[in-house]
C-alpha cells in the first residue's frame, strides 16, 4: 500500500456544462474501480462506456472512462478519467463517492502537475508553463507558455549548466595539480575565455528588458500630469466604464486606479494617476508620491496637458523617455496660445483623437514585446537566479584573473551551477515549489 493519498478533482471547467472531467491519480483506483465502474478497471488508454455507480450501488451517471496507468500517464502514477455530464449534481456526487474511499482526497491547486513533476515528467519551468498555458488570455502569453511547457526554457538553462560543468572540470584539474609555474596563461586562458562567452550570454538573457515578464504579466502605461488635465477622463475612455471618479475638482484622483486591456496583442495594464502638484494636503501629496513611482516604472507614460489652460511643468519630468507621448486635451474647447510639442490632440471628454491614440499605444506595445525574441526569463523567480548565478560566474573570473585561487573559482562555479540547477528545479528548491504549484487551478 502506498503512502501516499490518491487525489481526485473536477479538471474541467465550472459546471453546468454538457460533459465534465473528473480526475484521479494514485494507486486507490484499483481498489475503488470494482464499485464505481460497471465496466470494471477497462483496458489501459482505451475509452469505455460504463454506468457510474456510488457506496451503495445507486447510479452517479453514464459517460466515459480512461484508464491511463503509471508510468505512462500524466503524474507517472496510475491514472483514471472519467467523463460524465457536466451538471452540479452529477460532479458532487462522483466526488463524494470519490472521496468517501479512505486515502482519497479532494486534490490541491497544481498537485496533478507537482507529481508529474516529482515523478521527472516535466521540471519546473515546464511546470510553470502548464500554469501558464491555463492561465493565456493574448496569442504572445499563449505562445510564451507552449515554448515554455515543451522545454524551450528547459533547454536553455541546461546548456548553460552542461557547459558550467565543463569549465568546472578544467578549473578542477588547475586545484588537482597546481604547477606554480604554468598555472597562470597557459591553462587559465581557455577556461577564461569559456566564462566570458557564458557571462556574456547570461548577461545578454538579462537584458531582456523584462519582456518574458511582461509578456505573462502585462505591459504598464502610466497617465500623468497636472490637475484637472483630464487623465481620469481618457482613462474611463479607453476602459469604456467609469473606473475613475471624474469631477472639476483639481486633485480629484488620488490612489493610482488601473485598468487592465489587450492592446497590440498584449495584456496591458493603464493606470491614471493624482494630478502632479505641490500640495499641503497629505492625502493628496501621498498620490502624488505614488503617481510618481508609478511613472518611473510604466513601460510608456501618456503626458497630459490641458490645452486650454496647459501646465508644461510635467514636461520636465525626471522619468520622462523620447519613446513617450504628450497628449493635448480638451481639444472640443478654445485652445491656449502656448501650446506645448505634443504627439496627439484629443477630447478626452468627446473622444475625438482618442482612438488614433490607441493605435499609437498599441503599436508602441507591440512593438516592445517583439523586441526580444524567445526571451529565457518569464518570472521573477529565473531572475533572481539567473542575477545572482550571474554574480557567481563574475567572481569565478575574478578570482581566476587576479589568481587568487582557482579552489574559489571553483567553489563560484559550482554555486553558479546551482543557481541555474534552481529555475529548472533540479537543485534547492523545496522553498519555492509550495509557491510555484499553488498558483495553479484545482485539477492542473
Ligand atoms: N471640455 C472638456 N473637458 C474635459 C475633457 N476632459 C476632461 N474634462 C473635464 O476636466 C475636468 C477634470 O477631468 P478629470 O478627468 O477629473 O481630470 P484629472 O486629470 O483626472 O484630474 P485630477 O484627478 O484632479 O488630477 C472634468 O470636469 C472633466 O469633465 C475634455 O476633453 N474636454
Ligand atoms: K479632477
Ligand atoms: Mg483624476
Same mark, same amino acid.
Given at each position: 500500500?502506498?503512502?501516499?493519498?490518491t487525489?481526485?478533482?473536477?479538471?474541467?471547467?465550472q459546471?453546468?456544462?454538457?460533459?465534465?472531467?473528473?480526475? /484521479?491519480?494514485?494507486?486507490?483506483?484499483?481498489?475503488?474501480?470494482?464499485?464505481?465502474? +460497471?465496466?470494471?478497471?477497462?483496458?489501459?488508454?482505451?475509452?469505455?462506456?460504463?454506468?457510474?455507480r456510488?457506496?451503495?450501488?445507486?447510479m452517479?451517471?453514464?459517460?466515459?472512462?480512461?484508464?491511463?496507468?503509471?508510468?505512462?500517464?500524466?503524474?507517472?502514477? +496510475?491514472?483514471?478519467?472519467?467523463?460524465?455530464?457536466?451538471?452540479?449534481?452529477? !460532479?458532487?456526487?462522483?466526488?463524494?463517492?470519490?472521496?468517501?474511499?479512505?486515502?482519497?482526497?479532494?486534490?490541491?491547486?497544481?498537485?496533478?502537475?507537482?507529481?508529474?513533476?516529482?515523478?521527472?515528467?516535466?521540471?519546473?519551468?515546464?511546470?510553470?508553463?502548464?500554469?501558464?498555458?491555463?492561465e493565456?488570455?493574448?496569442?504572445?502569453?499563449?505562445?510564451?507558455?507552449?515554448?515554455?511547457?515543451?522545454?524551450?526554457?528547459?533547454?536553455?538553462?541546461?546548456?548553460?549548466?552542461?557547459?558550467?560543468?565543463?569549465?568546472?572540470?578544467?578549473?578542477?584539474?588547475?586545484?588537482?595539480?597546481?604547477?606554480?609555474?604554468?598555472?597562470?596563461?597557459?591553462?587559465?586562458?581557455?577556461?577564461?575565455?569559456? /566564462?566570458?562567452?557564458?557571462?556574456?550570454?547570461?548577461?545578454?538573457?538579462?537584458?531582456?528588458?523584462?519582456?518574458?515578464?511582461?509578456?505573462?504579466?502585462?505591459?504598464?502605461?502610466?497617465?500623468?500630469?497636472?490637475?484637472?488635465?483630464?487623465?481620469?477622463?481618457?482613462l474611463?475612455?479607453?476602459a469604456? =466604464?467609469?473606473?475613475?471618479?471624474?469631477?472639476?475638482?483639481?486633485?480629484?484622483?488620488?490612489?493610482?486606479?488601473?485598468?487592465?486591456?489587450?492592446?497590440?496583442?498584449?495584456?496591458?495594464?493603464?493606470?491614471?494617476?493624482?494630478?502632479?502638484?505641490?500640495?499641503?494636503?497629505?492625502?493628496?501629496?501621498?498620490?502624488?508620491?505614488?503617481a510618481? =513611482?508609478?511613472?518611473?516604472?510604466?513601460?510608456?507614460?501618456?503626458?497630459?496637458?490641458?490645452?486650454?489652460?496647459?501646465d508644461?511643468?510635467?514636461?520636465?519630468?525626471?522619468y520622462?523617455?523620447?519613446?513617450?507621448?504628450?497628449?493635448?486635451?480638451?481639444?472640443?474647447?478654445?485652445?491656449?496660445?502656448?501650446?506645448?510639442?505634443?504627439?496627439?490632440? !484629443?477630447?478626452?471628454?468627446?473622444?475625438?483623437?482618442?482612438?488614433?491614440?490607441?493605435?499609437?499605444?498599441?503599436?508602441?506595445?507591440?512593438?516592445?514585446?517583439?523586441?526580444?525574441?524567445?526571451p529565457?526569463?518569464?518570472?521573477?523567480?529565473?531572475?533572481?537566479?539567473?542575477?545572482?548565478?550571474?554574480?557567481?560566474?563574475?567572481?569565478?573570473? +575574478?578570482?581566476?584573473?587576479?589568481?587568487?585561487?582557482?579552489?574559489?573559482?571553483?567553489?563560484?562555479?559550482?554555486?553558479? !551551477?546551482?543557481?541555474?540547477?534552481?529555475?529548472?528545479?533540479?537543485?534547492?528548491?523545496?522553498?519555492v515549489?509550495?509557491?510555484?504549484?499553488?498558483?495553479?487551478?484545482?485539477?492542473?
Open positions: 500500500m502506498s503512502e501516499r493519498d487525489i481526485c478533482a473536477l479538471a474541467s471547467g459546471p453546468p456544462a454538457a460533459i465534465c472531467i473528473i480526475r /484521479l491519480s494514485g494507486d486507490r483506483i484499483w481498489k475503488i474501480a470494482g464499485a464505481l465502474l +460497471d465496466c470494471g478497471l477497462p483496458e489501459p488508454r482505451r475509452a469505455t462506456l460504463t454506468r457510474f456510488d457506496e451503495d450501488g445507486n452517479i451517471d453514464e459517460g466515459l472512462v480512461v484508464f491511463m496507468p503509471g508510468p505512462h500517464s500524466y503524474t507517472g502514477e +496510475d491514472t483514471l478519467e472519467l467523463y460524465l455530464h457536466g451538471g452540479p449534481a452529477v !460532479i458532487s456526487h462522483a466526488i463524494s463517492t470519490l472521496t468517501s474511499e479512505p486515502g482519497v482526497r479532494l486534490a490541491e491547486p497544481g498537485e496533478f502537475t507537482r507529481r508529474a513533476f516529482e515523478a521527472g515528467k516535466l521540471d519546473l519551468t515546464e511546470a510553470e508553463g502548464v500554469a501558464d498555458i491555463i493565456a488570455e493574448t496569442d504572445a502569453q499563449k505562445a510564451q507558455a507552449l515554448r515554455q511547457l515543451s522545454g524551450g526554457l528547459t533547454e536553455q538553462y541546461d546548456r548553460w549548466r552542461a557547459e558550467l560543468t565543463g569549465i568546472l572540470a578544467l578549473i578542477e584539474v588547475v586545484v588537482d595539480f597546481p604547477d606554480e609555474d604554468d598555472a597562470p596563461e597557459e591553462t587559465t586562458a581557455p577556461v577564461l575565455r569559456k /566564462l566570458n562567452n557564458l557571462i556574456g550570454d547570461i548577461e545578454a538573457a538579462l537584458g531582456d528588458r523584462g519582456i518574458g515578464e511582461k509578456i505573462r504579466d502585462g505591459f504598464r502605461i502610466a497617465i500623468i500630469g497636472a490637475p484637472n488635465a483630464g487623465k481620469s477622463t481618457l474611463n475612455r479607453l469604456g =466604464r467609469e473606473a475613475a471618479i471624474v469631477t472639476s475638482r483639481p486633485g480629484t484622483t488620488r490612489d493610482v486606479i488601473e485598468i487592465r486591456r489587450v492592446m497590440g496583442g498584449q495584456v496591458v495594464w493603464i493606470s491614471d494617476t493624482a494630478g502632479l502638484r505641490e500640495t499641503d494636503d497629505e492625502i493628496e501629496a501621498e498620490g502624488v508620491r505614488r510618481e =513611482r508609478v511613472a518611473s516604472e510604466a513601460d510608456l507614460r501618456v503626458f497630459m496637458v490641458d490645452g486650454s489652460a496647459p508644461l511643468s510635467v514636461l520636465s519630468s525626471p520622462r523617455l523620447p519613446t513617450d507621448i504628450v497628449v493635448v486635451n480638451k481639444a472640443d474647447i478654445d485652445m491656449a496660445a502656448n501650446l506645448p510639442a505634443y504627439d496627439y490632440k !484629443i477630447s478626452a471628454k468627446q473622444g475625438e483623437g482618442v482612438p488614433a491614440l490607441e493605435t499609437a499605444l498599441s503599436e508602441f506595445i507591440s512593438g516592445k514585446a517583439s523586441s526580444v525574441e524567445a529565457v526569463i518569464t518570472r521573477a523567480r529565473h531572475r533572481v537566479r539567473l542575477v545572482d548565478g550571474l554574480a557567481c560566474l563574475i567572481a569565478a573570473r +575574478d578570482a581566476l584573473e587576479l589568481g587568487t585561487g582557482p579552489e574559489l573559482a571553483a567553489e563560484d562555479v559550482r554555486m553558479a !551551477i546551482r543557481h541555474l540547477g534552481a529555475v529548472v528545479g533540479a537543485v534547492g528548491v523545496e522553498d515549489l509550495g509557491a510555484v504549484f499553488s498558483e495553479f487551478c484545482i485539477g492542473k
